[in-house]
């Protein structure tokens, strides 16, 4: 029997399997008592994780093919730019409810909308961001994400959220639009004092990115900016 609920992380490379274990220490000292999981392409001792998979033929996006193997029966599915800042009981509640959870792509442009595969997806149907996606094991849940397993790898597309969207719009799983709180994209320390609004439960941004951030220092000093 699956265990009832985890993380599950699913990386290639060893700055990305780095990454992750540095996302997978925020969930244990902010849930201590959830499972935690990886799929990666990299051997050795990886304390953080309470089960690790490994992963054939990796590429970029090897999540595509592996969020469907997870070894739980609800999954939460998190990128390895990630930190978990609180408790996420009740985020699985939703499974409750849904089969799957995920947030709205909030850096979503007029250009990437536009940019399709084989579905003509009204705008007004946005992207979703396949970095923090709740899910449970259902029959449903395991045909769309092989349906967007396929689509990502038939459509030629480096990105995967336009076959995301595609797969969704296109699929009849009933899904739930999680809150920015639950994939905020940027919190800073006027955030923190001044913001009325609820604290962020996981925080993806670039700066725990292993390769954008330090591409973004390289762009501040060419710039004069700080280094």
Known sequence: MKPSRGVLYITAGAAHTGAARRSAASVRATNPGLAIGIF??????MPE???IGAIDAPHR???VDYMGRTPFAETLYLDSDTRVAGDLADLFRVLERFDLGIAQRAASTTRSLGRRWRHDVPAAFPQHNGGVVLYR???ATIAFLD???DAYHASGHGVDQITLREALWSSDIRFAVLPPRYNARRYTWLDHWFSRGPRPVILHTN???PTKHGALKRRLVRLGGPG
Do not use: M, N, V
């Open 40 to 45: 990666t392409d990299q051997s050795g001792a």
């Open 49 to 51: 994780f309470d089960w």
């Open 61 to 63: 996006r090897s999540k």
């Open 137 to 139: 094991t259902s029959p």
């Open 147 to 149: 349906a967007w397993r």
């Open 207 to 209: 700066r725990y990115h």
